[in-house]
């Protein structure tokens, strides 16, 4: 099945640039959390960066020093007010996937592409020029006075491109933080990047994709060259 979409939103964080949250905090902590206790201590600090979202909105660079202080205390460790600092400083250095710039780039003559993102105003343009394709407009959560996934922020998108969630389609490689909530507004398409930090769900009518490049293929046009699979989701 193809789409057209009027607009095609997505994600950044994960699924445009890869998102170096865990293995800064990693190298970050190597010498305050024991190898076999590095697992557990990144899933905490990975669900209080969740928790940290779904309340009133408040700066990134707050999520970030909750949540890392918040799994500091969970395990023990010792927290340092610059284990925040280093790791909110790291994100304008994180590099797109591979094959997403070309496939950006393929896409976007077609259909207009826009950024939904739980990012700040003034960190979300050093991603998108690594992304270098032309983006229609990029939205933060930092706009919206929420993030993702509440509903409220994909709802100031709306508002912003004057076009409902049955003219469009989303894109990202979270179910939690997008696809759930885009399944329950109504997206005409949802397209489920599977880069395996995540696992897919059924029953969201996403399609799942393992490689970029086959997203084109959704939108009518030539898929990019790529040995990987399509699967629809039920």
């Not at 949540?67 to 460790?77: E, K």
Request: glycine fraction near 6%; hydrophobic fraction near 40%; charge should be negative.
């Amino acid at each position: 099945m193809t789409y057209k979409p009027k607009f095609i939103s997505f994600d950044c964080y994960g699924t445009l640039i890869n998102f170096g949250m865990g293995p800064t905090a990693k190298k970050l902590f190597e010498d305050r959390v024991p190898t076999d206790r590095m697992p557990a201590f990144l899933e905490s600090f990975r669900f209080y960066r969740l928790d940290e979202v779904l309340g009133d909105w408040k700066p990134f660079f707050e999520v970030v020093e909750n949540s890392i202080r918040r799994a500091c205390q969970a395990h023990g460790i010792e927290y340092r007010p610059s284990d925040a600092v280093a790791l909110y400083d790291a994100v304008p250095t994180w590099q797109p996937h591979p094959n997403v710039v070309e496939t950006l780039e393929a896409i976007a003559p077609h259909v207009p592409l826009v950024i939904l993102s739980n990012s700040m105003v003034d960190l979300i343009p050093h991603s998108v020029a690594h992304l270098k394709a032309p983006f229609h407009a990029v939205y933060t959560a930092e706009e919206a006075r929420a993030y993702k996934p509440r509903a409220q922020m994909f709802e100031y998108m709306f508002d912003q491109l004057g076009c409902g969630p049955d003219q469009m389609m989303h894109v990202s490689s979270s179910f939690r933080y997008d696809l759930m909530t885009a399944s329950d507004l109504g997206f005409m398409a949802k397209a489920f990047i599977d880069r395996g930090h995540e696992p897919t769900f059924d029953g969201y009518g996403v399609n799942r994709l393992t490689d970029i490049r086959q997203l084109p293929g959704l939108l009518g046009l030539e898929c990019l060259p790529q040995t990987a699979t399509m699967k629809r989701g039920a």
